[in-house]
């Protein structure tokens, strides 16, 4: 969903500011009472003025800005602070925002999903995050960033006990400009997060080696060890984030994405069959019905990868858990740095390991998932969770692999569905090529090689389901 890109928080006099903590460019401070500061306010008491840095980030359901704030040093005690007391500071924060009224351009129920995704993100640090942390288990608190404020705003708009996936909600929206803007003009939320950039030590990239990746899938083992088996903490994640999460959920999709799968394959394979000999795969007789044999399987695949809250292997799950939602420690930070992971909005219950199957398709490359590349993720996974959860219980517990690989073969199944009914329709050669270094695209929508790797794959993940249900 949302990819942060910002600095890590700063505690420096105003004189004695190193050369690396200062932004890259010059901003005029703003003094504006009505603007930014009653939010700032809540990590940083004593603001004076701050400046934006940089251009800020804009995607497809909410914006981002890092702010560098100029304040006194009578901070929150939320911060660590060892600055002298009587200093004028510099602290830079990042700010998410997701304003109602920029979205309606959209069709209510892609709206509806913006504006839940924010939701979903402020309860996820208001309520869920203490509860997680409340064991004292250190690794995951370095994990999460933390956040100083988060509120957000749906009246009349979407009620507070309406689930997250509802997407046959009404439209609330007034036909009138002048009412739909009076509605629209405060509805939204936000979060004011701790920051993270190369300077302090951390990156974002994508593709990524096997060993970075590796990383990752250690970090979001510890996220779903924290709820696994914990019941009622797994029920306040289904009534108060989601039961069913994922930002690619089908219970969450323009359900045109499904209806038009035939027809969207056809059109994806008849542009890129015959480009080269990767693209061979397209000519296979099973892979010519693609779009329709995905199209069948659509509501079984999508009902066996959504556990019930109880379930014995449902946890709580990222639900967006690409390349760039993780913040990596460079090579020359301090070892026991461990990655931070970013973006909670499509948080909720599932499977941790559908986490895993978006990961390696947005993070890692065809020819470094060969020769057992994929393998080793896979294992290298679900050791640190079986390691995670079982220093949380106190006692031995292993994820049978035959389950863990029939969990993993659906999530890969259940991405190509909404890959193609989401991308592929309208993607060709020169489409791919125009992305290429778009990071926080998805690797199989941008790389003609993953792409052709990936359809190989579902198509035998496909072949054992169909076989399942014939069964």
């Known amino acids: 969903m949302f990819t942060l890109l910002a ?8 004189e004695g500011l190193s050369s690396s903590s200062l932004p890259s460019q010059a901003a005029k401070m703003t003094t504006d009472p009505n603007d930014l500061k009653p939010i700032l306010s809540h990590a940083l008491p004593g603001i004076i003025s701050y400046e934006h840095v940089g251009d800020g980030v804009k995607q497809a359901n909410a914006e981002g800005s890092r702010i560098l704030s100029r304040h006194s040093s009578s901070l929150s005690e939320k911060y660590d602070d060892e600055c002298d007391k009587d200093a004028i500071l510099e602290t830079e924060l990042f700010l998410k925002r997701v304003a109602a009224k920029a979205y309606t351009h959209k069709s209510w129920t892609d709206m509806r999903r913006t504006l839940v995704y924010a939701r979903t993100e402020v309860r996820f640090y208001n309520e869920i995050v203490p509860l997680l942390l409340a064991s004292n288990d250190d690794m995951l608190r370095r994990q999460i960033p933390k956040c100083f404020h988060a509120t957000y705003d749906l009246s009349g708009l979407i009620e507070e006990d309406s689930l997250t996936t509802d997407a046959s909600q009404p439209s609330p929206l007034p036909e009138d400009e002048e009412q739909l803007n009076a509605l629209l003009a405060t509805k939204g939320g936000h979060m004011l997060l701790e920051s993270l950039s190369p300077s302090h030590g951390y990156y974002q990239d994508s593709p990524i080696t096997l060993q970075q990746s590796l990383a990752c899938l250690k970090a979001v083992a510890e996220l779903h060890a924290s709820a696994w088996g914990d019941k009622p903490l ?91 939602n993780v913040f990596l420690p460079s090579d020359d930070a301090a070892d026991d740095k461990p990655p931070i992971m970013i973006d909670f909005s499509c948080a909720g219950i599932g499977y941790g390991i559908s986490d895993v199957g978006m990961h390696i398709c947005h993070a890692n490359l065809a020819e470094d998932l060969e020769n057992g590349g ?13 390691e995670a959860v079982s220093r949380r219980k106190g006692e031995s517990w292993t994820y049978p692999r035959d389950v863990a690989l029939r969990h993993y073969q659906l999530a890969c199944i259940d991405y190509l569905r909404f890959i193609l009914g989401r991308f592929w329709r309208t993607a060709t050669p020169e489409s791919f090529e125009k992305k290429k270094e778009s990071k926080n695209t998805t690797l199989i929508n941008r790389n003609v090689d993953a792409a052709m790797a990936f359809i190989e794959k579902v198509d035998k993940y496909l072949e054992v389901f169909e076989q399942e249900i014939k069964a």
């Open 7 to 14: 600095l890590l928080f700063t505690c420096q006099t105003a």
């Open 234 to 324: 797994l029920k306040q994640i289904n009534d108060r984030l989601s039961s069913a999460g994922g930002s690619y959920h089908l219970q969450f999709r323009n359900p045109k994405e499904l209806q038009n799968m035939v027809s969207s394959w056809e059109l994806f394979r008849g542009n890129f069959v015959g480009l080269n000999e990767k693209t061979k795969i397209l000519e296979k007789e099973s892979v010519v019905r693609l779009g329709q044999r995905v199209y069948d399987m659509a509501e079984y695949v999508s009902k066996e990868l959504t556990p019930k809250w109880d379930d014995e292997y449902a946890t709580l799950v990222h639900g967006d858990y690409k390349a760039m």
């Open 374 to 386: 994929e393998e080793e993720l896979l294992e290298g996974y679900l050791t640190a969770l079986e």
